[in-house]
């Protein structure tokens, strides 16, 4: 074991002392609507519910994105270790939801604790893992150091860490190696994020390539599909999905650039965060044009230009129908969101520059010809217009995206359900 530096020491110091500021966040946190009041407890390490029979294996993800990506890697777990249930913990309200829908019987989630001792030891005392893994960058010291000292076999999978948070860990080099040596495992979700926790960890770290490759196409509800494709009829549209504010402007601007020469256009604004519905509409008022909101339960009618779709886990609705999709977080440093969803369900895909969450399979999409490089509204608009235009080509990247996608899954999850064995294998039967 790494000897813990003097600051990770501070940082539990600081933290045990820290209750009363602990318990006032939280209850700022419910106030804003931010915490489930039926469920506060489970984020002081209070179980709402019993802990199963037998094996636990525990899974950690921060929000939607790591929860909804380690669901192939469940059904597999589900398959390889029947025996065991699988305990998943996430931190937003939003992820909760969606666990509720999408786990499969066997698995079940709880909110995970707030970092602090007390929290943490009551969580880890209540539930006693028999194994742990952590997605993506969800690293808490308290968490993880308290798993650590009881024992817990850890893997850090999909492992992802923007140049920004990794120059600033290489600052504090010593706690980044502590940190990270309570992993068995380290899994890169590519080879740059693999290069960066081999840094700090200062042990090998292999990439398999990233877990969301093994993703199952996004559900639709059939009858709201049903109901979707009849309002939009035969207009031709496109869907801008997990915008940003400021990529928002560059959208409208290229629907008005295309609306020139496409006077019924519809283009749908899915915005990463749906509760900012409110300010998109303003966006699009303020230029001129008419929208309607899919959280006030409208379709979109033949007057409006935009549709601004504001609601949580209908993605898959809207790849379905339309045909071509820019995915947001690119035009600005956000580095990207996950072109697979579109990719699984037939859309050729646009996005900007700023990708760097996930520049490996993007660089290997663009390869296949499965998607386009755009950097502001001008090129948006170009390429939108030269995808609408002409369906053969159109139809040509959204196939080479998706046999791209459909190809890479199954390996991704193979080699790395291979690869955490050395965990796995610690787990009693």
């Known amino acids: 074991m790494t000897p813990e530096p003097f600051s990770l020491r501070a940082y539990r110091a600081a933290t045990s002392l820290m209750r009363p500021v602990a318990d006032a966040i939280l209850d700022r946190r419910l106030k804003a609507g931010k915490e489930d009041p039926d469920r506060i407890g489970e984020r002081r390490g209070v179980p709402g519910r019993p802990r199963p029979d037998g094996p636990l294996l525990w899974i950690h993800g921060a929000s939607v994105g790591e929860?909804?990506?380690?669901l192939p890697l469940i059904e597999r777990l589900r398959v390889l270790r029947p025996e065991a249930g699988i305990l998943v913990t996430t931190g937003t309200v939003t992820s909760a939801?969606?666990?509720?829908?999408?786990l499969p019987?066997?698995?079940f989630h709880q909110y995970a604790p707030i970092d602090h001792p007390a929290f943490v030891g009551a969580f880890l005392d209540a539930w006693r893992p028999d194994a742990g893994l952590f997605v993506e960058s969800e690293l808490w010291p308290g968490l993880i150091g308290a798993a650590q000292a009881r024992q817990v076999p850890l893997a850090l999978v999909n492992g992802r860490m923007s140049p920004g948070a990794f120059h600033a860990w290489r600052k504090r080099p010593a706690v980044a190696r502590a940190l990270l040596s309570a992993f068995d495992v380290i899994l890169g979700q590519d080879r740059a994020n693999a290069s960066r926790f081999a840094e700090l960890s200062g042990r090998e770290v292999r990439s398999f390539g990233n877990l969301k490759q093994a993703a199952?196409?996004?559900?639709a509800d059939a009858s709201k599909l049903h109901k979707l494709t009849e309002a939009v009829g035969g207009?031709?549209?496109w869907l801008a999905?997990?915008?940003?504010?400021g990529e928002e402007e560059e959208v409208i601007d290229a629907h008005k650039r295309l609306s020139a020469t496409m006077p019924d256009l519809l283009t749908i604004i899915a915005p990463r965060h749906p509760e900012r519905g409110g300010s998109v509409d303003a966006l699009v008022r303020g230029a001129g044009l008419s929208a309607s909101r899919r959280s006030r339960s409208d379709l979109p009618g033949p007057e409006d230009a935009i549709y601004i779709a504001d609601t949580l886990g209908e993605l898959g609705l809207f790849y379905r129908i339309c045909n071509v999709a820019f995915i947001g977080g690119s035009l600005i440093a956000v580095g990207g969101h996950n072109p697979l969803e579109p990719a699984r369900l037939g859309c050729a895909i646009l996005t900007g520059p700023k990708i760097f969450n996930f520049e490996e399979t993007y660089a290997a999409m663009r390869g296949a010809g499965g998607s386009a490089l755009v950097r502001n509204a001008r090129d948006l608009s170009a390429s939108l217009a030269r995808l609408m235009n002409d369906p053969m080509t159109q139809n040509q990247m959204a196939q080479a995206a998706q046999e791209w996608s459909d190809g890479a899954a199954s390996a991704v999850l193979d080699d790395i359900t291979g690869a955490l064995a050395p965990v796995l294998d610690r787990v009693p039967c």
């Open 97 to 102: 939801r969606l666990m509720a829908e999408r």
């Open 67 to 70: 929860s909804l990506s380690v």
């Open 105 to 107: 019987p066997g698995a």
């Open 235 to 237: 207009r031709p549209c």
């Open 241 to 245: 999905a997990s915008t940003h504010p």
């Open 216 to 219: 199952p196409p996004l559900p």
